[in-house]
């Protein structure tokens, strides 16, 4: 790693962050291995690379990056919303994304950063499109045997990437390992999202009953909103979205 990671390039003045300040903007570059469009990383690496001052700005990616965290606690930000980390979680950001680091000194972790060029793209269908990489969330607490996974996956990626030389087959090999990665990450990701949306939908289903049980019995004499938000311990606003409406209910006014 004794090459520049990244090649940082400032915005324009109108994509200032709400920080103060232009949001840098971060390339892959990395000459030895940009070819390949694969780097990785530790923590520390990054730590010793960087000055605090540079640490206390937000950036945006131009590639894919994984950071998994093995040991301590933090947090990382991804477009403005800061996520808390561990041991176990899998911080992922995409192309365009907003970042930044907060990295405590009992952080420790690697990254893994991947060029689109990487994935093959331009395709007939991306790769990162195939793995729906832009429904993933951006902060996952990954289960143990996932773990496991990435940390290894990780491991001979640094291995390998450290003798790189150019030669297609290692290119080969690297490609579908990452990708495999990908595919199980992709995986515990829909898992996570369709655990979360059937979540979400209990609630929206009780709540929508709370409401309909409560205006039968009030409607009568009671038809403001005020009344069953109070009534139920919900807010106004709550009551008020679509997604507690019957389908065929006029629109509010």
């Not at 950063?113 to 990489?133: N, Q, T």
Request: glycine share 6%; proline share 8%.
């Amino acid at each position: 790693m004794g090459t520049p990671m990244v090649k940082n390039r400032h915005s324009p003045p109108e994509q200032a962050s709400p920080f103060g300040g232009p949001i840098r903007e971060v390339r892959f570059r990395n000459p030895r291995l940009e070819t390949l469009g694969l780097d990785t990383l530790t923590v520390a690496q990054l730590r010793q690379k960087a000055s605090p001052e540079y640490f206390a700005r937000p950036e945006r990616l131009e590639f894919h990056q994984l950071i998994y965290f093995t040991a301590g606690t933090g947090a990382h930000q991804v477009d403005f919303r800061r996520y808390a980390v561990k041991k176990g979680t899998l911080i992922t950001v995409r192309p365009k994304q907003v970042q930044q680091f907060y990295l405590n000194p009992s952080l420790q972790g690697r990254l893994l950063l991947i060029d689109p060029v990487f994935l093959g793209v331009p395709r007939h269908k991306p790769a990162e499109e195939s793995l729906a990489m832009q429904n993933w969330p951006a902060c996952l607490d990954l289960p143990q045997q996932l773990r496991a996974d990435v940390a290894h996956t990780f491991e001979i990626v640094a291995r390998e990437t450290a003798c790189y030389q150019g030669d297609a087959l290692t290119a080969r090999f690297l490609r579908h390992l990452v990708l495999a990665l990908l595919l199980e990450i992709q995986r515990f990701a829909g898992r996570s999202l369709r655990s979360a949306n059937a979540r979400t939908a209990g609630r929206r289903s009780d709540v929508a009953r709370l409401l309909q049980e409560e205006v039968e019995v009030a409607f009568c004499h009671q038809r403001s909103v005020k009344y069953y938000a109070r009534r139920l311990g919900y807010s106004k606003r709550l009551l008020l979205a679509p997604a507690w409406l019957p389908k065929d209910a006029p629109p509010k006014r």
